[in-house]
T-cell receptor, first 112, second 115 residues
Framework: EDKVVQSPLSLVVHEGDTVTLNCSYE??????LLWYKQEKKAPTFLFML????IEKKSGRLSSILDKKELFSILNITATQTGDSAVYLC????????????FGQGTRLTINP | GAGVSQSPSNKVTEKGKDVELRCDPI?????LYWYRQRLGQGLEFLIY????????KSGLPSDRFSAERTGESVSTLTIQRTQQEDSAVYLC?????????????FGPGTRLTVL
């Protein structure tokens, strides 16, 4: 069974701290790994990773994939209260159906 | 509009009633997906439409759940004889092409509460 596991499930830090969120996966026919930010209901797309070792960056957020060890990390530096959200990791599979398999999410809370 | 839209945003219903949820994908997106998210959980895949191909219904949890899509436009998810365990946020997403890209753009969701 395809599985995506995120850790920690919940994280509370102070504004300005740096955080690292983890995502590990066990799937057949891996194609891509995606990170989403979910503040209220609609997840918003952050990154899509397909190749190992190539860091993707967007402002204070960055992410990297390790296809050998089957995990990805999402880093957020100099956190702000607006970064508070649930961060979802999903894996896209090479299958007839282009569905994503999601992890359970990490709830990040940034305290001022 | 530029994004995926869903209606209603909230729906409260009584156990045993049928409900219909609507999704308008981004114009030009051929692939459309429905997901369910229970409180504090990740997203569970329900069903996928790609153009005029037969939909992938492998995620539908029971025969009380069904979905339709006409061409590359609006989709409706119908839940018959609702149960309390159906309470969740139902999210719709669309992507440019189910084959070329995995980047899915999500709507705001419909929060369904079954009393």
């Amino acid at each position: 069974e395809d599985k995506v596991v995120q850790s920690p499930l919940s994280l509370v830090v102070h504004e300005g701290d740096t955080v690292t969120l983890n995502c590990s996966y066990e799937v057949t026919n891996f194609r891509s790994l995606l990170w989403y930010k979910q503040e209220k209901k609609a997840p918003t797309f952050l990154f899509m990773l397909t190749s190992s070792g190539i860091e993707k960056k967007s402002g204070r957020l960055s992410s990297i994939l390790d296809k050998k060890e089957l995990f990805s990390i999402l880093n957020i530096t100099a956190t702000q209260t607006g970064d508070s959200a649930v961060y979802l990791c999903a894996v896209g599979l090479i299958q007839g159906a282009q569905k994503l398999v999601f992890g359970q999410g990490t709830r990040l809370t940034i305290n001022p | 509009g530029a994004g995926v839209s869903q209606s209603p945003s909230n729906k409260v219903t009584e156990k045993g009633k049928d409900v219909e949820l609507r999704c308008d994908p981004i114009s030009g997106h051929t692939a459309l997906y429905w997901y369910r998210q229970r409180l504090g959980q990740g997203l569970e895949f329900l069903i996928y439409f790609q153009g005029n191909s037969a939909p992938d219904k492998s995620g539908l949890p029971s025969d009380r759940f069904s979905a339709e899509r006409t061409g590359e436009s609006v989709s409706t998810l119908t839940i018959q004889r609702t149960q309390q365990e159906d309470s969740a946020v139902y999210l719709c997403a669309s992507s440019l092409s189910g084959v070329r890209t995995d980047t899915q753009y999500f709507g705001p969701g419909t929060r369904l509460t079954v009393l």
